[in-house]
């Protein structure tokens, strides 16, 4: 496939979504339909349904493992039917998150464990890994202050955990980052929204220099 697969990770309320609109913006003067922006869970009409499941607050039984499938699920479909396609075609592919949540959310926050998830996730990514992550760190308190102060769209399950839940998160994250150094990039989300910017597209331009 001769496109490039770009995702973006952080913990909820890092700015992934405010970092995506910027950035989409400015890349898509340049390239038009040769950029696509998408989401996980999400895409297309099947896995937006799932997304919709997993999110809903009202699905308070949901088992973890339940959880981590659904995600997993989603995850393949948005393959199938969005990433591999467009890859194939020579697009730029920059998904709003990707397999490396499924590890720190379900692995470890869920505490279901990072290498199951990571194993269970096979079946579905068949190998396919991203070839740039950039990675928005942040303090777990700050993340959390963020959303319960500016969200005015909905709060979702899992935006609803408790503390301990979203550090074990960051910590997974964190470790992915130093395991995965050649792939996955970190750039500090705790700074104004401009300077992060310029960090991420610094980052960005490290691995495609003609890329803006
Ligand atoms: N660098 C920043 N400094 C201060 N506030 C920010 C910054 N980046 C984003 N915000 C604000 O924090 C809130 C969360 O940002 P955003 O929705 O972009 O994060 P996210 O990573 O997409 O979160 P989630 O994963 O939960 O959807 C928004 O209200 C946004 O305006
Ligand atoms: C892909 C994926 C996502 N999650 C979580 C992370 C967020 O809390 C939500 C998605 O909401 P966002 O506002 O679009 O970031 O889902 C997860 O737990 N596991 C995953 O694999």
Do not use: C
Not at 101 to 127: C, H, K, L, P, T
Not at 201 to 207: D, G, I, P, S
């Amino acid at each position: 496939m001769n496109g490039k697969f770009i995702s973006f990770e952080g913990p909820d309320g890092a700015g992934k979504t405010s970092v995506l609109q910027a950035i989409g913006q400015e890349l898509s003067v340049k390239y038009g339909d040769d950029l696509v922006l998408t989401r996980e869970p999400g895409g297309n009409k099947i896995s937006e349904s799932i997304r919709n499941i997993i999110l809903d607050s009202a699905n308070t039984e949901m088992d973890a493992r339940t959880e981590a499938l659904l995600y997993a699920a989603a995850r393949r479909q948005h393959l199938k039917e969005t990433v591999i396609p467009a890859l194939e075609s020579g697009k730029i592919v920059i998904s709003d998150r990707y397999v490396d949540s499924s590890i720190a959310y379900q692995g470890a926050g869920r505490s279901i464990g990072e290498d199951e998830v990571w194993q269970m996730n096979q079946f579905a990514i068949d190998g396919l890994e991203p070839d740039l992550t950039v990675y928005l760190d942040i303090e777990s308190e700050e993340g959390l202050r963020r959303i319960k102060t500016y969200r005015t769209d909905e709060i979702n399950r899992l935006d609803v955990e408790d503390l301990e839940f979203h550090q074990r998160v960051r910590s997974s994250y964190l470790k992915l980052a130093k395991e995965n150094s050649d792939r996955i990039k970190l750039v500090d989300a705790s700074q104004p929204l401009e300077k992060v910017l310029i960090a991420v597209k610094a980052t960005m331009l490290q691995k495609y220099p003609n890329l803006f």
